[in-house]
């Protein structure tokens, strides 16, 4: 039996995993699908005041509460930023990480430094405009391509998230680097958002593949990315 921990992107929430999640419980794993503070069925913890550190301390404290040890462990999209930032704590408790269409961040670097600069600055006009500041609205499911059969749910689900999240920087050490299993996964259905992360998973000699569908993976392919997750047992 394997153990994994698989953690939703921006706007997302635990929500958005239970195809894979009943799938890699049926073949008889352990799964952990935490909704990250202020999203989701967390929603009405949402604050200015969360940031990735929040975030990151989400997934160290379910590892560490819930006793888990040799830990396969998933990040989609932003939380690539946050499974970084979680194994540069707990590197011993990692057997392996995968970064499914998502962000690797190199210490002190935050999300806003590898996204698109149109992208930054409509983010930013967009909180000051009607997110009081701080609240980043859901990026509509049709831009990311998600299958025409879930978006409408999609956008239904997601919920707003704190602009500190994307302006953290994150603090890595060489605890980060001793971990050998990873793997960056790109997405190719939809615009190119993610190609500098799996350039730079290539430049450092990690694992990379393709998936052919938008960038809700777990919803657009759950039977193939339940095969590949298995691959890690």
């Not at 009081?132 to 299958?147: I, L």
């Not at 997601?158 to 999240?165: G, I, K, V």
């Not at 339940?226 to 691959?231: A, D, F, G």
Request: charge should be negative.
């Amino acid at each position: 039996m394997a153990t994994y921990v698989l953690v939703h992107g921006a706007w997302y929430g635990s929500w958005c995993w239970k195809r894979v999640r009943t799938a890699l419980q049926a073949a008889g794993h352990e799964v952990f699908t935490p909704t990250l503070t202020g999203v989701g069925e967390r929603s009405h913890l949402n604050s200015r005041d969360v940031n990735l550190s929040t975030h990151i301390n989400d997934v160290v404290n379910l590892i560490k509460w819930e006793g888990l040890s040799d830990v396969i462990l998933c990040g989609h999209s932003y939380s690539g930023c946050v499974i970084s930032g979680a194994a540069d704590q707990i590197s011993d408790k990692i057997r392996a990480l995968i970064y499914l269409d998502a962000f690797v961040l190199e210490d002190g670097e935050c999300l806003f430094d590898l996204a698109r600069e149109d992208w930054v600055q409509f983010v930013r006009q967009q909180t000051q405009e009607s997110g009081d500041g701080w609240k980043v609205a859901p990026t509509p499911a049709e831009f990311f391509n998600v299958n025409q059969q879930d978006s409408a749910w999609v956008d239904a689900q997601c919920t707003s998230q704190s602009l500190a999240c994307w302006e953290e920087p994150i603090k890595l050490t060489q605890r980060f680097a001793d971990i050998k299993n990873v793997t960056h996964i790109l997405a190719t259905g939809y615009p190119p958002i993610l190609q500098p992360s799996h350039d730079r998973a290539k430049a450092k000699g990690w694992k990379t593949s393709t998936v052919d569908c938008g960038h809700a993976v777990m919803l657009d392919r759950p039977g193939e990315l339940t095969e590949l997750l298995l691959e890690y047992v």
